[in-house]
């Protein structure tokens, strides 16, 4: 059942699911600006992975939910994750000018409206997960992880320690160079916690004991670490054409990596043995047979 | 119980309170990076008005609603709201360099953690209103309509419309000069959305019925309204001290006002009507003997 083909059929047509959802789920005119619709949906159909939406969709089919009720919600999520590329794009941010093979939407759109369009994502996002359908109670919850994980305490707090640990000038006053524990635990915010989040919501919202979410917890905290491992490690081997983005830009900007700490073995190494924690957790809370540990394979040995 | 000074003396307590949950509601190290805390409350503790959480305590008074269960609610809009003036000061938008009398977030913190401290503050109020306490599907309902208000719908899709009107070369190809009905529905998305659903949810987290919420909704949409043409009278009149931003600004700017179209005196009657209206709304719905009216009035005769 999690074969590779089987998985990359099973991600094919959850992604599928997730695409055409995406485009209908965002207001446009005349409720809202033609030019706002436009530099929404321009960086949410650049062609990403959709892997928060996958994740939140496959949690659901592991403890037999609804999918179809989860949908909107997994696309929400992407909703979040796509204006967090966008802002972090910003010229005051990372500066990157090509993002998935495209220019960035501040590139083609100016930076005012590239920052009015991620704060729309951001908001509608809320919108979707507050009409989401279900037990009001598990939404709720769901909106609270969500939320945590992108807010001051997830996403945006680790993109100012990201930010503070490459700008010194930024007033930061506990910034200092990150070391391995640091870079840990800033991914652990970054990147992580949206991921360990969409993991965990399709738990929730797919109607899972509190047993099965607290393994799905764990193991999504786990593909997170994962993902930025490997995202590190192919940052370092990918191409240009492969990654969508100027390759090395991280090294050369002197920031901190897990192939700069550990090298491209034990990193690899490490990526491996988030994968084996994770299927040890889904395992011990009858799990084992989901999509979910394919879906953790499949982040490991992606490509870009 | 509406005359002047007991209206005077209901803001200033429901502003203490405001003031008070306001600063414990942020998020603070270990878990949230201690630069972006202090951003964060910055611009939060900068002095407003806090006509949004006030109105919205208002309108659970109004439905005889457990004021104090509403609080969070109605501090989440405040948090909402001060991101947006964040966001609306930044280089790329308006460019304010002072904002109540202080250096704005950008001059004092740089662009890159003004955009994050804006994009905190908004993540972490539906963080804030998912755990307000109440029944749930009513808790929904108030995140459905603050989303929508804050989005590109409302808020975000107004103020596209307004950089787009002193911003020609912003990519909207929709653009025109705005004319006076397109200032009316400028304002109604950029401001008046927002003022709106403070009252709306006021009244629904209250516990108000469907007439009791609907007369709420049509009198925070005069209020609304009415903000804002005594905010572009005060812009024209005002003087930096009392407005603690440059006065004149918007009108040097080339922005439409209610005044540049119809003058001051037929402004301010404009003004004076929206409250009649909303008081008609309220009477109708046995409201007639809150507060409400009295804060319209405020709003109407503030002078900054």
Same mark, same amino acid.
């Given at each position: 059942?999690?074969d ?8 094919? %047509? ?11 789920l965002? *207001?446009?005119?005349?409720? +809202? ?22 994740? +939140?969709?496959?949690?659901a ?10 949908? *909107?919600?997994? +696309? ?15 010229p ?6 090509? #993002? ?13 409206? %590239? ?45 100012? $320690? ?8 930024l007033?930061? #006053?506990?910034?200092?160079p990150?070391? %391995? ?14 991921? #360990? ?15 099965? $979410? ?6 999504? %905290?786990e ?13 370092v /081997?990918?191409?240009?054409?492969e990654?969508?983005k100027?390759?090395?830009k ?22 491996n043995?988030? $994968? ?18 394919g879906?953790? #394979?499949?982040?490991? /040995?992606r490509?870009?």
């Amino acid at each position: 059942m999690t074969d590779a083909t089987a998985v990359a059929d099973y991600v094919r %047509a959850r992604r599928a699911e997730v695409d055409a959802l995406l485009w209908d789920l965002l *207001p446009g005119p005349p409720d +809202c600006p033609l030019s706002l619709a436009e530099a929404m949906r321009y960086s949410l159909t650049a062609g990403g992975k959709r892997l928060r939406p996958v994740l +939140c969709l496959a949690s659901a089919d592991a403890v037999h939910g609804d999918r179809e009720a989860v949908l *909107p919600a997994a +696309c929400a999520i992407e909703l979040i994750h796509t204006y967090s590329l966008i802002h972090d794009d910003l010229p005051a941010m990372d500066d990157d000018s090509m #993002r998935r093979g495209r220019p960035t939407l501040h590139v083609v759109a100016g930076e005012g409206m %590239a920052i009015l369009a991620g704060d729309g994502l951001l908001t509608e996002a809320f919108h979707v997960l507050a009409g989401v359908n279900g037990d009001p109670g598990r939404v709720l919850r769901a909106i609270q992880l969500i939320a945590a994980a992108a807010g001051p305490v997830g996403m945006v707090g680790g993109q100012v $320690i990201d930010l503070a640990s490459v700008a010194p000038n930024l007033q930061d #006053r506990a910034a200092s160079p990150l070391d %391995a524990d640091g870079l840990a635990a800033m991914h652990a915010k970054k990147t992580g916690a949206l991921i #360990r989040a969409a993991a965990a919501v399709g738990a929730v919202l797919g109607g899972g004991d509190e047993a099965q $979410i607290a393994a799905i917890d764990t193991a999504g %905290a786990e593909f997170g670490l994962a993902f930025q491992i490997v995202d590190d490690i192919l940052d370092v /081997e990918g191409d240009a054409a492969e990654l969508g983005k100027s390759p090395g830009k991280d090294a050369a900007a002197g920031k901190p990596t897990y192939p700069a700490f550990y090298g491209i073995d034990q990193s690899r190494a490490m990526a491996n043995a988030c $994968i084996a924690r994770a299927s040890e957790a889904l395992a011990d809370a009858g799990l084992g047979e989901s999509w979910l540990l394919g879906i953790g #394979r499949w982040i490991v /040995e992606r490509r870009n």
